[in-house]
């Protein structure tokens, strides 16, 4: 697959669209047995509190490749990604109460960083519930 995105198409500055991905606690569960990562703060909400989070919280993982998803999405083909990094700031705290939380991402081209390879950085801009639950995220990926 190519990338539907040309990069000749886009500059510095130009607006991915905003995505928000729904989180709710079967998605969790969900994850949890596709990823093998069961620890309890991310589905039993009495261990969570014991442990002194406000509630359930989604995986870490899981947030990442949410947010992921508003790039590879973007360009039409998730090979385009050639490298994503983030830094964990906040949890995303999945209430059970039949909405769960957001995940809302927003993102920008950043630079264009090889003409030669088509590739250009995309800076993230995650948030949940009005708080940025990563930080430092950037993707590089490779246009059409």
């Known amino acids: 697959m190519t990338a539907k ?3 000749a198409e886009v500059e510095a500055g130009t607006e991915l669209p ?3 991905f729904p ?3 079967d998605r969790l569960v969900r994850y949890a047995g596709a990823s093998g990562d069961f ?3 991310h589905w039993n909400e009495r261990f969570a509190k014991e442990v002194g989070l406000p509630d359930v ?3 870490g993982m899981f947030t990442m490749a949410e947010a992921a998803r508003a790039v590879t999405d973007w360009t ?3 090979g385009a990604l050639v490298d994503y990094s983030v830094r964990f700031t906040k949890p995303v705290v999945v209430p059970d109460d039949g909405q769960g939380a957001l995940i809302e991402v927003a993102a920008k081209v950043a630079a264009k960083l090889d003409d030669e390879a088509r590739t250009v950085q995309v800076d993230l801009t995650v948030t949940s519930a009005g708080q940025k639950v990563l930080g430092m995220s950037r993707a590089v990926v490779k246009l059409a």
Do not use: K, S
């Open 18 to 20: 905003v995505r928000t």
């Open 57 to 59: 919280i989604a995986h």
């Open 5 to 7: 995105v040309a990069y």
């Open 76 to 78: 039409g083909d998730p």
């Open 39 to 41: 620890n309890p703060i």
């Open 23 to 25: 989180v709710d606690r």
